[in-house]
């Protein structure tokens, strides 16, 4: 064998064991690079928003709003206050041998609460959430796909995916006589909403605030009106979709529109 094969034979073994081949997570792959973060989780049988329907995203029960067991609360340097909300993450276990499954596997989260810090305690024991650590707090059957139980903290690379996302966008509508709120889930692409606007058969398009997670709110009465909705994602892109809402609507209704397309 030449010196050049030899060479290039040595840099494709130490990329197989030591980058790895991305291992899709079967939902498109991914627009971001791969970087280090830490991953813990919480035990089914404890009470806990990622587990009973909670949330700092308002999303209240997870399976009815389609997001189901693999989620995540992520620590304050990646939630962004809120925006992160709905964003899929696609991580991996690395750097150890003892508690990452064999072959490296990945698995797809979506991100759905918020991961508090303490600052009492260090980073690798119990500060994991502590800014700037980049930190993802998973529900037990997500960390099952790439860790060992008896893990405690682990490594692990992880990256934002695009988010594969069955039907159109959800709008839930709460509020009251002189105010709309709107929960926004099952958002597509990448996920995440950065602005909304809402319309009336009465009145012009009203941009509506974020009120908390994924529930935005706008000062006005909208009763016996069809309402309209415009989305703009994370990366910028824009949907509009028309009286998503017929006029009868009522409160706590959850109302279907159009989709991002990947």
């Avoid at 991996?92 to 596997?105: A, E, F, K, T, Y």
């Avoid at 508090?116 to 700037?132: I, Q």
């Avoid at 889930?185 to 950065?194: K, M, P, S």
């Avoid at 605030?209 to 009763?223: E, K, P, T």
Wanted: glycine letters at 16%.
């Amino acid at each position: 064998m030449t010196a050049s094969l030899l060479l290039l034979f040595l840099l494709l073994v130490s990329g197989a064991r030591f980058g790895g081949a991305v291992r899709p997570g079967g939902n498109g792959g991914g627009y971001e690079d791969w970087r280090l973060g830490t991953a813990t989780y919480v035990k089914e049988s404890q009470g806990h928003p990622l587990n009973d329907g909670g949330g700092a995203c308002g999303y209240g029960d997870l399976d009815i709003f389609r997001y189901g067991r693999y989620t995540a609360g992520l620590s304050g340097a990646l939630f962004g206050k809120g925006s992160a909300c709905g964003g899929c993450y696609e991580l991996r276990c690395v750097n150890n041998i003892l508690w990452c499954l064999r072959g490296s596997p990945s698995v797809v989260v979506t991100a759905t609460d918020f991961c508090p810090p303490n600052f009492g305690l260090a980073d690798d024991f119990g500060g994991w959430c502590n800014f700037p650590k980049e930190h993802l707090e998973m529900t037990e059957a997500a960390f099952l796909r790439v860790a060992k139980a008896k893990a405690d903290i682990v490594q692990v690379q992880f990256r934002r995916v695009s988010c594969d996302r069955a039907g159109g966008i959800r709008f839930t509508i709460t509020g009251g006589t002189n105010f709309l709120q709107v929960l926004i889930t099952n958002v597509a692409a990448d996920g995440e909403v950065a602005a909304v606007k809402v319309k009336g058969s009465r009145t012009g398009w009203i941009p509506m605030g974020r009120n908390w997670g994924q529930n935005w709110q706008c000062d006005a009465d909208f009763r016996g009106q069809p309402l309209s909705f415009e989305v703009t994602g994370g990366k910028g892109r824009t949907i509009t979709m028309y009286n998503v809402a017929p006029s009868d609507w009522m409160f706590a209704q959850t109302f279907a529109g159009k989709q991002f397309v990947q």
